[in-house]
């Protein structure tokens, strides 16, 4: 079946630092791909999305790109603030109207 | 506007309670959902509705009955629940066409059962 697996946290970072936020699915066909994130005692916020091959998704300076050869969709954010502190969930669409999600990854960032 | 509403946003109930948990979009979507979510772990698909009828129901026990009353809102009614169903309940919206998925979130219902 459709799976989406992402790198264990917690990631902890400084301020200003690089992150990467490693993710990978497996599907039959070609699925729609999202970032959400969910700050402290939040729903998830769609954070951005890619619908197709070599699509590039993008929002508040983070980025990923579906990449089809390597079934990967790794989140990055030159620069990371604190207030970027949250759990990031890769998802695919199933194409059935459900989504799966990857399991989570927490991302502290210290000042 | 991309505002899914829940309400109440946190909840205790006894085990022989019966609550509701609601859920309002004003984004014409015709497709809503119910999600389970338990502490460090993510989202579980509950029920799915497509133009107000049942499309998916991922084997959930009968004590939670959704409802979509018209074409804005959700329902999911509680009743003898147990401690284990303590955890945020997150109700989705998304347009209802093929390839059409892109689901927005509520904050959620904090639901505790005692």
């Known amino acids: 079946g459709d799976s989406v697996t992402q790198m264990e946290g917690p990631v902890t970072l400084s301020e200003e630092a690089f992150l990467t936020i490693n993710c990978t699915y497996t599907?039959?066909?070609?699925?729609?791909l999202f970032w959400y994130v969910q700050y402290p005692g939040e729903g998830l916020q769609l954070l951005l999305k890619?619908?197709?091959?070599?699509d590039k998704g993008s929002n508040k300076g983070f980025e990923a790109t579906y990449r089809k050869e390597t079934t990967s969709f790794h989140l990055e954010k030159g620069s990371v603030q604190v207030s970027d502190s949250a759990v990031y969930f890769c998802a695919s669409d199933t194409g059935r109207r459900a989504l799966t999600f990857g399991s989570g990854t927490r991302l502290q960032v210290q000042p | 506007d991309t505002e899914v509403t829940q309400t109440p946003k946190h909840l205790v109930m006894g085990m022989t309670n019966k609550k509701s948990l609601k859920c309002e979009q004003h984004m014409g979507h015709r497709a809503m959902y119910w999600y389970k979510q338990k502490a460090k772990k993510p989202p579980e698909l509950m029920f799915v509705y497509s133009y107000e009828k049942l499309s998916i129901n991922e084997s959930v026990p009968s004590r939670f009955s959704p409802e979509c009353p018209n074409s804005s809102l959700l329902n999911l009614h509680l009743h003898a629940l147990q401690p284990e169903d303590s955890a945020l309940y997150l109700c989705?919206?998304?347009?209802?066409?093929?390839?059409?998925?892109?689901?927005?979130f509520g904050a959620g219902t904090r639901l505790s059962v005692l």
């Open positions: 989705a919206s998304s347009q209802a066409g093929q390839g059409q998925n892109i689901q927005y």
């Open positions: 890619a619908t197709k091959a070599d």
């Open positions: 599907a039959t066909g070609y699925p729609s």
